[in-house]
């Protein structure tokens, strides 16, 4: 896989946790595989616990700095960002974020906070 296609998959990543932090659900939505997506809006499903676990420690402050790539595999990638609090201080581990590729475009399959 070329570089710039794993750029692709860090840039979408970021993105995903920089809405999240914002608070811009429409934005951190478009992040997210199309299969996940369409029950964003079902009260207890995964997709709705990402984003109120998510949000929470927003809200405490928390952002998301990319770490490193972990694997690459043929149309999915597994990257690691550090969870950094309101002071620059790293928290706990670093938390692991899962890609696909479809249609030549990176979504989030799998996030963690």
Known sequence: MSNKIVEDAIRVASKHYEELVRGNREEWLKTIVSSIRRQADVRGSSIDFWWRT?????????????QRVDRIEKDRVKLFFLRVDKTGKQMGMPVPIH???????????????
């Not at 890609?99 to 906070?113: C, I």
């Open 54 to 66: 998510g949000r929470k420690l927003a809200e405490k402050g928390v952002t998301y700095k990319f």
């Open 99 to 113: 890609l696909v590729r479809e249609d030549n475009k990176w979504w989030v399959n799998q996030p963690s906070y």
